[in-house]
């Protein structure tokens, strides 16, 4: 590893504006920042920046641009394709944005939040709540991942079908550009055509173009009736045909409908304390229905009841339990979100982020499944995933008894064959993990030519020395 | 007005290219091109180019922007700020999307429809319908603007409460660069983190990055319950805590919600033919709710009764009526609709299309009704909007007796007046129109600095020969 070191007055300049808390430099104090969190990537640097206030970062930033110093924007370390880590030159500063954290308004007349980078998911959602509201965004790394971070990877998660990515939440951004100029583009307006959408290209820019250091979220109203089920179905066309059912009902009601596969859920009863199936016997399809409503009237139970029983009659749907408490919703959304846990104990595992049109989602799944298991031999598909956007986590599980170095070594081979697959049905390489550093490789043959010409363009007018994120999102 | 003349040899190149269908010269072909809707400008042009395909386009682009010529992309002619004509030079090119007018695709399982741009928003709407779903952007215009145009300007109307403006029901493009080239970007997908959001860049950008071909668009399922109520309510506070009653009760069932004054129906009631009050007194104040739900069984009626029972109890509501039938319904949206119509009958006036957060809608109207009182006497303010949306056409009719000329020449103090109000309220002075030619005197002191140098840094990165709808957007 090189010896990572910083031109001495760009590091007495900023020991002057950052003080101790604000600038950490020494190896206990840097080491969480290097690696990402699936351990893919360790990387090296002489510096985590932690500025206290956006214009302590903009000055920052106009002292390393000024030394030619890249910087790597860190929220929560929770990127799934290394999007946060520096690389192993040891010559790029880590700028983590932890300590934006404050709440700066919230509004529930607005229906808006006003919150800082630094501010946790769960913390942004418990304040909603507290405000009377919902913030709908929710995924499995909440409880670390930061709004500053959920934007600028434009994430995904649970209830999207019904609420949109990040992207879609968002109506204005604070951010500082890469020469440390600040933008202050916190709009909480529903309407504002007034030139170019600058806040969705720093949505999902990974932090390439800079740095978002605050945003104007959308609340919603807080749910009022919810029903929650789970259901063996009889085969991939059968969860999509449930969905449709659902969502032609009422699709405004549709707040999560995953799919999960018998293999996954095998995993969770064997590998996860206090799983059981709640249903009385296996299979090898099941859907998770997730209801809810701001209408206390809703009668959301009493539909449910009504389409399971007609796609029973049907022949789509084995067996279905609805949840009769909160406590026994919360254990079997339990047994989707510790799909990645249980994967993990099950072994080494590789994970296919990717998306395909809605109506092509069982095509996936089953394509994929065949081609993996044709691929190596004896591995498990684990499929799992967001049905109602088209949104299937087609992961892999080693064979029992393989070697784990092995199977990995053989990720970018697994990764090629889903991504065949993916592309013959019109999908995406990335669905919500984003590029990171581990799918720029990718960029070229999926998005290359004029796509990828406007996006470098773009890139070198607004980041002309390239000092954002290098080698993240670009080949 | 100067003589509008081409390079013989990119004329000769574009005939070949074209043909008689896809080249006007005539100058009676060419009339109906050259000025606006609200007739604000009136340009010139030496030929209209009518591609009728994209390949086609892209090599016309070619064509002109090597004889470093400007083009004027035009969909609908129905921009409110003059954004789709030809300057005064008689050097600006105007091409036309009309042919290019097919919807290419529509599938009612991923709810997705592909139209090309010059497919009317009333066709798509009418395709949707004819597929069982629903498309649901909706304004005045949508008998003559077209899918490009209303991405272009990022188009919003009545049921953006719901459904969000055109960016939000957008997934993917087709577009031709300044340079010729084609940008395959219609995908269908409803996550897909692939680098920049170059699909969300092109809408809005009003023509000035380059051509929206086609699109792929969202659909949802259609409604099976409705309820429509008109109201006469206390004062603007109460038009507002109505909304918040509704949207509280149901969010996902208020499809749209206007406020209008009791000028704004007196208008209407006036000059427009089959227009009656549906109440039995003249109020001041005046709200529209439009409840819409894919649930058969929503009881959507039931719901707006016992929400307007409470609101007149608590004195927010002085009078309501619910519609009995579609027939009625229609009739009732037509006192909205008729708005525009009805104050241009009523003599000259000015338009505020502006916005502002939600909650401070109130303030917007009482506040700027009063300036524009004070600012000319005996002029009559006719406020009217999507009050969920923030966004209030804070319009100003001429004093009666005034001469109309000497009215419209105080139009700028009139904006100003408006302006100055909607800053210190934290809005926008362009909500859902855009900045056209109109305002673009406004950009600079509205969203100058960082914001509008990295907007001209992407223009230059894009459109290095700045060919693409000059005189528009920027200042």
Redesign the interface.
């Known amino acids: 590893m090189p010896d990572p070191t910083l031109p001495p007055a760009l590091l007495h300049a900023l020991t002057q504006l950052l003080g101790p808390r604000g600038l950490l430099t020494a190896a206990e104090d840097i080491a969480p920042h290097l690696a990402d969190w699936r351990n893919l990537y360790r990387g090296a640097t002489p510096c985590v920046i932690r500025p206290g206030t956006t214009e302590e970062l903009a000055h920052a930033v106009t002292l390393c641009a000024e030394a030619r110093v890249a910087m790597v924007p860190q929220g929560g370390n929770t990127s799934m394709v290394g999007g946060a880590v520096p690389d192993e030159s040891g010559r790029q500063v880590v700028v983590s944005l932890a300590r934006l954290n404050r709440i700066r308004a919230i509004?529930p007349?607005?229906?808006?939040m006003t919150a800082e980078a630094g501010v946790v998911l769960k913390a942004a959602q418990n304040a909603a709540a507290e405000a009377g509201c919902l913030f709908p965004l929710s995924l499995g790394a909440e409880g670390s991942a930061t709004i500053g971070g959920v934007l600028s990877?434009?994430a995904?998660g649970n209830t999207?079908?019904r609420y949109?990515?990040a992207?879609?939440l968002m109506l204005g951004l604070e951010a500082v550009?890469p020469d440390g100029?600040?933008?202050?583009?916190l709009?909480?307006?529903?309407?504002?055509?007034?030139?170019?959408?600058?806040r969705?290209?720093f949505?999902?820019?990974e932090g390439t173009?800079g740095f978002i250091t605050a945003a104007s979220l959308k609340m919603?109203?807080r749910a009022r009736d919810t029903a929650l089920g789970f259901c063996a179905v009889a085969d991939e066309d059968a969860a999509?045909s449930l969905f449709?059912r659902f969502?032609?009902?009422?699709?405004?009601?549709v707040r999560a409908f995953e799919y999960m596969s018998g293999q996954g859920v095998d995993f969770c009863v064997r590998h996860i304390e206090g799983i059981a199936l709640p249903l009385g016997h296996r299979a090898d399809h099941y859907v998770l229905v997730d209801l809810a409503?701001?209408?206390p009237?809703?009668?959301l139970r009493d539909?449910a009841e009504a389409v399971l029983t007609e796609a029973m009659e049907a022949g789509l749907v084995l067996d279905a339990v609805l949840a009769e408490s909160d406590a026994q919703a919360a254990r079997i959304w339990r047994i989707r979100e510790e799909h990645p846990e249980a994967q993990k104990r099950a072994g080494a595992s590789v994970k296919n982020d990717v998306?395909?049109?809605?109506?092509r989602v069982p095509d996936l799944i089953r394509r994929s499944s065949e081609a993996l298991r044709t691929l190596i031999p004896g591995s498990r598909p684990v499929p799992f995933g967001?049905i109602?956007?088209?949104?299937i986590h087609m992961n892999l599980e080693q064979p029992e008894g393989m070697d784990a170095a092995a199977f990995l070594a053989r990720s970018h081979d697994i990764m090629d064959c889903v991504n065949a697959i993916v592309r013959d049905l019109?999908?995406?390489?990335?669905?919500?993990?984003?590029?990171g550093r581990l799918k720029t490789d990718m960029?070229e043959s999926?998005?290359g030519?004029?796509?990828?010409?406007?996006?470098r363009?773009?890139?070198?007018?607004?980041d002309p020395h390239g000092l954002m994120n290098p080698g993240k999102?670009f080949p």
Do not use: C, Q
């Not at 007349?109 to 808006?112: A, F, P």
């Not at 709009?187 to 600058?198: C, F, H, I």
């Not at 998306?355 to 109506?359: A, E, F, R, T």
């Not at 030519?449 to 996006?455: Q, T």
């Open positions: 509004d007349v607005d229906m808006t990877t434009n995904g999207t079908v949109g990515n992207r879609e550009l100029g600040i933008w202050h583009g709009r909480r307006l529903r309407k504002d055509n007034t030139g170019y959408a600058l969705h290209l949505v999902g820019a173009l919603f109203p999509l449709r969502r032609d009902r009422d699709d405004s009601a409503s701001s209408r009237d809703a009668g539909m998306s395909v049109p809605v109506s967001h109602g956007d088209g949104n019109d999908g995406s390489f990335s669905a919500e993990h984003g590029i960029m999926w998005r030519g004029v796509e990828l010409g406007a996006m363009a773009i890139k070198d007018a607004l999102v």
